[in-house]
């Protein structure tokens, strides 16, 4: 059973960064495509930022691209995502999820019935 931990919320200012980890654990993580999705209050839960279980592959929602950087360590069974520029509107709880579905086309891990699993979710609060 896969387990999903993130960690490295917190409360920062406009213009600052942050990087969130997500620890994977439970099964062979070089297996999964990870993704990254956050939610604010009010909010459907959105699309971030996805990387492919090889490593090769990424794709992005177009309100953090160039800012956002997903990444992630196949040793350490970790998926990164660092955000650089931060703006109030991306405060959300950020969550990350695990897919073992194949499918050729990157962005279709943009929807979220496409993983399996999902983390607890790490607060991020941007202050203007």
């Known amino acids: 059973q896969v387990q999903l931990v993130e960690s490295g919320g917190g409360l920062v200012q406009a213009g600052d960064s942050l990087r969130l980890s997500c620890a994977f654990s439970?099964?062979?993580?070089?297996?999964?495509?990870m993704g990254w999705f956050r939610q604010a209050p009010g909010k459907e839960r959105e699309f971030v930022a996805v990387?492919?279980?090889?490593?090769?592959?990424?794709y992005y929602a177009d309100s953090v691209k160039g800012r956002f950087a997903i990444s992630r360590d196949n040793a350490k069974n970790t998926v990164y995502l660092q955000m650089n520029s931060l703006q109030p509107e991306d405060s959300a709880v950020y969550y990350c999820?695990?897919?073992?579905?194949?499918?050729?086309?990157?962005?279709?891990?943009?929807?979220?019935?496409?993983?399996?699993?999902w983390g607890q979710g790490t607060q991020v609060t941007v202050s203007s």
């Open positions: 999820a695990a897919s073992d579905h194949y499918y050729s086309v990157t962005s279709l891990y943009q929807f979220s019935d496409k993983y399996n699993d």
């Open positions: 990387i492919r279980w090889s490593g090769g592959g990424t």
């Open positions: 439970g099964r062979t993580f070089s297996a999964y495509t």
